[in-house]
């Protein structure tokens, strides 16, 4: 197909085979329900395009198309005849033989299994080679899609379950991003909850000048941590701290106080509302510190204090259309009868609840910036609130509800090598930044190990090496889990050399680059339009053909928010690569074919390092 979706040659010289067989199949299966042999609704043609996959075995062709099996029932014949009318349409679709052999009989219970002509593969290669995007078509449909992730509650020191959603997030919009949509990343910092009550109160009652003076972000995690104690008022709690059980004794009302610390602030006390300006910059800095050390940015950071203004128009407006009404003495929206429980969005006490700031950033988000998606990258323990939000703002009737998908991307629980959640020894939360150091430390480590480079590293660059294979570890070993999952954080695992890991990926990368170095390649003078690709061999074709389903395995990311997708392709990448290599001559090559499989080699290392990119890890050029 070509850039604006038509079947053809595409426009932009690219050549995206899954969707060309796509378009191809879609016109066989037009015709089988023109001519009346299966009723086929437009409807159903997604869903029927779907089935044209790549082969689970290269040696039955490279892809695959299983839809005859389903519809056979519906046209009264047996699927391997209904699969043989198929492969005859597909032969005659226009552009079917630019790209793939003729489909020859259907196999098994009515599979169509197709190969691309090498010609093809090879000219699209040959232009991958000297396409910045390295031959991947982005969208058809470029659509403004909101990415809500990380949204910390700032204040509360970040944990390891933080993690999950910065890291998938961040992943999603390069890749969204890269696919040329236009993504608007947001951080709905929880920046005016209960934390912040704790905190005043805190200040006001037990706080250190001098350690606040020395380090304010220290200073206020121990007020935090500490309040939160005395106002739970659990006895296992206190009787492991002094500190706070002295306090709790003294102040039997803590609980009490803290929430009214917060209401305060909320209903604009002065002096509370300078002390949470005072305080915002602090727990900030503390933040952007793991951003920065993440790569990580943000378009926006509107966090729910930006919409406080706008809640008590929010309930108004619900409650004048009738969807929200009053229930003991709260104000909750009815979304499952009279009799199930509300959605609440006003406490009795008049407080605005989380809800109510999801409800108003909805409609603050559809006005200003008329998404056609929003992602909640967000804990799966939320789901429940993410459905009950979803479902009342669609009745609330905003404008741009109805075409706006919203998504909520959850992800499973991080758990420790116990296979409970992921906690200290002494059962506290496990701190993001002593995290990091621990994966840098353990990174540095296995790389003095190493002997590869070790001596030729200077302290500099080892240290940017370590961080950059620490911290790649940690995010790659998240991400090439299937999120909706639970996982174990191990860092003996994750910083491991071989198998499915950032090390390993990040090693690859660097010995496909070491080739150039090696030989004194000018990689740039491979990069045009007259380095001629020769597919030859097995293994050059498989590569080849790995290479070219770049896009096609970001379009199945985006299609399941499942950036693990991309881990196993390019860890599969990896290992093409390496039959390759280990097999055939390269730099030993002669002539045509040394340019050829150069020209291979260079499009390998800068597809692998483009696709860790887009998971937001790094790579180094020695390690
Ligand atoms: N601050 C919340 C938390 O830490 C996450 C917010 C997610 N985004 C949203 N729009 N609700 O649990």
Not at 299 to 315: C, I, K, N, R, Y
Request: hydrophobic share 45%; with cysteine; aromatic share 8%.
């Amino acid at each position: 197909m070509s850039d604006d979706g038509q079947p053809g040659p595409p426009a932009g010289g690219r050549v995206d085979f899954r969707a060309a067989l796509r378009s191809c199949f879609r016109a066989a299966l037009d015709g089988l329900a023109a001519d009346g042999v299966v009723p086929l609704t437009a409807d159903e043609m997604p869903a029927l395009l779907d089935q044209v996959r790549q082969t689970a075995d290269a040696k039955f062709g490279d892809y695959s198309g299983t839809m005859a099996m389903a519809l056979a029932k519906r046209a009264g014949r047996k699927p391997r005849d209904l699969a043989a009318d198929i492969a005859a349409r597909l032969a005659a679709a226009p552009t079917y033989a630019d790209f793939f052999l003729p489909p020859g009989d259907p196999v098994g219970p009515g599979f169509i299994n197709v190969r691309v002509r090498d010609e093809a593969l090879a000219a699209a290669l040959s232009r991958a080679v000297s396409d910045p995007r390295l031959g991947v078509r982005g969208t058809e449909r470029p659509e403004t899609i909101v990415v809500d992730f990380s949204s910390p509650n700032v204040a509360k020191p970040m944990h390891v379950g933080h993690i999950r959603s910065t890291v998938i997030g961040d992943a999603l919009a390069r890749i969204l991003r890269f696919r040329g949509h236009r993504v608007i990343t947001d951080n709905h910092l929880g920046d005016w909850g209960t934390q912040f009550g704790m905190i005043l109160w805190g200040w006001k009652h037990c706080r250190d000048d001098e350690a606040f003076a020395a380090d304010p972000t220290a200073e206020l995690g121990r007020l935090y941590r500490l309040v939160r104690k005395v106002a739970d008022a659990k006895p296992e709690e206190l009787a492991a701290d002094p500190a706070a059980a002295s306090l709790a004794a003294r102040y039997p009302e803590a609980g009490r106080e803290v929430l009214a610390e917060t209401a305060k602030l909320h209903e604009g006390d002065p002096e509370n509302r300078a002390l949470w300006e005072r305080f915002m910059p602090v727990c900030r800095a503390e933040i952007d510190r793991l951003y920065a050390r993440l790569h990580v940015t943000f378009d926006h950071w509107l966090g729910e204090s930006f919409f406080q203004p706008m809640l008590a128009a929010t309930v108004d407006d619900l409650v004048a259309r009738g969807l929200a009404r009053e229930s003991r003495g709260a104000i909750g929206v009815f979304l499952r009868g009279d009799d199930a429980p509300p959605l609440l969005i006003r406490k009795a006490d008049g407080a605005f609840l989380y809800a109510t700031t999801d409800l108003a950033t909805i409609r603050w988000r559809l006005d200003t910036w008329k998404p056609s998606r929003i992602l909640y990258v967000v804990d799966h323990r939320q789901s429940e609130h993410f459905e009950q939000v979803f479902d009342a703002a669609r009745r609330w009737g905003l404008s741009g509800i109805a075409d706006v998908d919203l998504v909520h991307v959850g992800f499973g629980t991080v758990l420790g090598e116990d296979g409970k959640p992921f906690k200290t020894r002494a059962g506290d939360t496990v701190g993001l930044e002593a995290l990091l150091d621990e994966g840098v430390e353990r990174a540095r480590q296995v790389i003095e190990l190493g002997a590869e480079g070790r001596a030729a590293l200077a302290a500099e660059d080892r240290r940017h090496v370590a961080e950059t294979v620490g911290i790649g570890a940690i995010k790659y070993a998240d991400l090439s889990q299937n999120r909706t999952t639970d996982y174990v954080f191990s860092f003996d695992k994750m910083l491991q050399l071989t198998g499915n890991t950032a090390a390993y990926m990040q090693y690859a990368v660097a010995r496909v680059e070491g080739i150039f170095a090696k030989g004194g390649i000018d990689r740039d003078a491979l990069r045009v339009a007259a380095t001629e690709v020769r597919i030859a061999e097995p293994a050059e074709r498989a590569l080849a053909l790995d290479l070219l389903r770049f896009g096609e395995v970001l379009e199945d990311v985006e299609a399941d928010y499942r950036p693990n997708l991309l881990t196993t392709w390019l860890y599969d990448l990896a290992g093409r690569y390496s039959s390759f290599y280990d097999t055939h001559p390269v730099l030993k090559a002669e002539g045509p074919e040394r340019a050829s499989r150069l020209a291979l080699c260079d499009l390998t290392g800068r597809v692998l390092r483009t696709g860790l990119e887009l998971l937001g890890i790094g790579t180094v050029e020695r390690m």
